[in-house]
């Protein structure tokens, strides 16, 4: 059946090192699996760049979905946010990158200190609403400085998803009552993941589905390298979780992507 099913990859990392000896069969087997759209994201402007170039190696390749990227800084690098680094991610937003980010907080590794982490997210914030554009937000333990920075912001609440939610059941419904969108990855199939509790609670118009690759493989392919040949896997588990038919849940992703991207 997934076979017939299409697909929106809203969270890709395909530029990874990770895909370097067969990328292109990747790709590839995304389309053969009913990936239709990937977006292909950023983390500094080094990743940003080689996601636009397969963006644009992408364009009107047959048997390839639709690539899109994004542009921003994660925390892991806020260390390197300054006048130069913020100009090259402006650059990539005006060459075509649809989204802001992946920006946030990460207070678990702390790979950067934490007024550095804040700074860049305040400021990319800043960018992302002076030019209306979405934000794709990173938090991991750093659930009250995320929120408290994104009320501050003024970036309009349907402007942001939350990737890769793994939070608590408090932000999550903060995030709804706002109207925020909430992206759920493979781990929502894992058994450590309280995903019964918390998958239904979002509104099934600001729900999306990523892959985060090649990071958090769903089951029945935990521990392996993730691709986006693997999604529907994901939206199987949602799906499952949500009382819906996976056909009816992959329609919905794929239209709230495009939506929330501003592809349509």
Known sequence: ?????????????????????????????????????????????????????????????????????????????????????????????DRGAVALGEIGLDFHYDNSPRHAQRAAFSEQLGIAGQRDLPVVIHSRDAEEDTLRILRESGVPPSRVVLHCFTG????????????????FSG????????????????????????????????????????????LPATVAALARHRGESPATLAADTRSNARRFYRLD
């Open 168 to 183: 608590s059941l408090a932000m999550l419904d903060e995030a709804v009552d706002r109207g925020f969108h909430v992206s």
């Open 1 to 93: 059946m997934s076979e017939a099913l299409r697909y929106f990859d809203s969270h890709c990392h395909l530029q990874d090192e990770r895909f370097g000896p067969d990328r292109r069969e990747v790709i590839v087997r995304a389309w053969g699996a009913g990936v239709r759209e990937i977006v292909v994201i950023g983390s500094d402007p080094e990743t940003t760049t080689a996601a636009r170039a397969l963006a644009d190696e992408a364009a009107g390749h047959e048997g390839w979905p639709n690539l899109w990227y994004s542009a921003g800084l994660h925390p892991h690098e806020a260390s390197r946010w300054n006048a130069a680094t913020r100009a090259r991610i402006e650059e990539e937003l």
């Open 187 to 230: 781990i929502a199939s894992f058994d450590s993941f309280d995903a019964a509790r918390l998958v239904p609670r979002v509104p099934g118009e600001r729900l999306l589905v990523e892959t985060d690759a090649p990071y958090l493989a769903p089951v029945p392919h935990r521990g392996r390298r993730n691709e986006p040949a693997y």
